[in-house]
């Protein structure tokens, strides 16, 4: 598709249904009048994406995991290229510049994340999990701790419940609410407001679901702070289409993925932690890069100072100046211009979708989570019904759109929390999963479940998203129309 002179930006011609994808189109930028400003990633789309139209690629599962720009790779291979790299903390001069490279890249996630030096540390970790980890082994939880946690939270998040449970720590979990799938906040108010005051208490939730999309209120953490809670931001998923501005909010820590923002490299992340609640941390070993001293014979040790001590063994010192580089992209794009898009696209599908009918009028697909753009994200989750209001098992809409070469994902996403309250799950009915093995699998878990629902569709958007991806998926969805679920 072509369009005569115009400043506003086109989406590449589709293969089939042009004069469809152009009406749509021109539907979709009269609703969202504010999309032409972002014409600039059509362009990049071209030029740092091209990949994807190359493929006839309909990629829509940035949440899994961004796409990387071409410009990422070749700035970092002449980096690779350039210089000789020998693994940091020495003298000589190959060991020499990895450090410099890689403490420059310390100071960029601050400066990225406007996080002054003196309030923050970044301690580089292979992801986010990774980064969760390192505070639930560490924090001083005691029976005389609360863990208190949001039921819309990654697996990475409810497993540090099992460090908390270890050491006698009370675990709340707060309830999201359908359909909206927002924290309950009357509950959320009444927990904060008992901590253990004769102990540590920690509070986590994510600031944008990977799930449902929902983005939680950033105001949390200082209603958290008030009553002398620690809290954990998990930005995972928030960060790749948000700004996350740490001069304005003070979460004590905070997990990333950078693979998550800006697609490559894979295998790092990390943990922006408060130096002050860093100091409360305690690790439950050593190993080589955390210690000053260590003796054999003496059966002693040191930690290093600050983030040195949470960095195991050697950093990932080839990867760490393509976080710098990654990080530079983002800045240049404008993540909040690409937050109005991607938003403009989730607005756009959430009305679309919402109106897909059977002949005999029952919806085409149930949406969990916020139906409108107000505070959210570009993530849907969603299942598809017959027109008898069966559900398509999700793997069938999985093998049919990766058919048609279009990448989504399926499941519980590593949320269960979210999941059980979507699809009406009970603690009975989760409990029935694991009564009878050892070993649960989730196929036997959902036979347990006598038909109900026990995972969904995501489909979610960022950096490189054009029209034409977000109106292939649609088109995808119509053709559950008025099928009967196998
Ligand atoms: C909100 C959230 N937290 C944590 C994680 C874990 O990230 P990783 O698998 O990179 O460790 C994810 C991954 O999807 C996520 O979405």
């Not at 796409?67 to 190959?94: D, W």
């Not at 209001?389 to 759109?401: C, D, M, T, W």
Request: aromatic share 12%.
């Amino acid at each position: 598709m072509q369009k005569s002179s115009t400043t506003h930006s086109t989406p590449p011609a589709a293969e089939h249904n042009a004069e469809g994808l152009e009406a749509a189109y021109d539907a979709f930028r009269a609703a969202y009048p504010d999309f032409d400003a972002t014409a600039r990633f059509d362009t990049l789309r071209a030029s740092e994406f091209a990949r994807l139209d190359a493929n006839h690629h309909v990629y829509l599962d940035y949440t899994g995991g961004s796409q990387y720009a071409e410009s990422q790779l070749t700035e970092h291979e002449a980096l690779l290229r350039k210089n000789i790299f020998g693994n940091p903390h020495s003298e000589n001069p190959s060991s020499q510049v990895s450090t410099r490279l890689d403490e420059q890249a310390r100071r960029y996630v601050l400066r990225y994340f406007n996080a002054s030096p003196d309030e923050y540390a970044v301690i580089f970790t292979p992801n986010a999990s990774g980064a969760l980890k390192l505070v639930g082994e560490s924090y001083p939880f005691s029976a005389d701790s609360r863990y208190v946690l949001t039921f819309d939270n990654h697996n990475a998040v409810n497993g540090v419940r099992e460090f908390a449970r270890a050491r006698g720590a009370r675990i709340t979990y707060v309830p999201v609410v359908a359909p909206e799938l927002r924290i309950d906040r009357e509950q959320l108010l009444n927990e904060l407001s008992h901590p253990n005051r004769n102990g540590n208490n920690l509070f986590v939730y994510p600031a944008q679901s990977n799930f449902s999309g929902v983005q939680h209120s950033l105001e949390w953490i200082e209603v958290a702070h008030s009553s002398g809670w620690d809290v954990v931001l998990d930005a995972a998923a928030f960060v790749p289409t948000n700004r996350l501005d740490l001069g304005v909010h003070h979460p004590d820590f905070v997990p990333v993925s950078f693979y998550k923002m800006f697609g490559y490299p894979t295998g790092v992340g990390c943990l922006l932690a408060r130096r002050n609640a860093l100091k409360k941390l305690r690790r439950p070993w050593f190993s080589g890069g955390t210690i000053e001293i260590v003796s054999v014979q003496g059966d002693r040790y040191a930690f290093a100072e600050g983030e040195r001590a949470f960095e195991d063994g050697t950093i990932n010192y080839l990867s760490l100046p393509a976080i710098e580089i990654g990080l530079k992209f983002l800045e240049k794009v404008d993540v909040q211009l690409l937050h109005n898009r991607v938003m403009s696209f989730t607005g756009w599908l959430l009305e679309n979708l919402s109106s897909l009918v059977h002949a005999n009028g029952k919806p085409l697909v149930e949406i969990y989570g916020p139906r409108t753009t107000l505070d959210r994200g570009g993530t849907i989750a969603l299942n598809f019904h017959d027109p008898d209001g069966r559900v398509f098992n999700f793997h069938h809409i999985e093998q049919a759109a990766s058919q048609r070469n279009i990448s989504l994902r399926t499941g519980c996403f590593c949320n269960p929390g979210a999941g059980e309250i979507a699809f009406g799950l009970t603690g009975s009915d989760m409990r029935e999963c694991f009564i009878h093995e050892e070993r649960s699998s989730f196929e036997r878990c959902i036979v347990a479940m006598k038909g109900k629902t026990a995972g969904a569709v995501r489909v979610s958007l960022g950096i490189a998203t054009n029209f034409e991806d977000v109106y292939r998926f649609l088109q995808f969805a119509r053709t559950f129309l008025d099928i009967a679920a196998p």
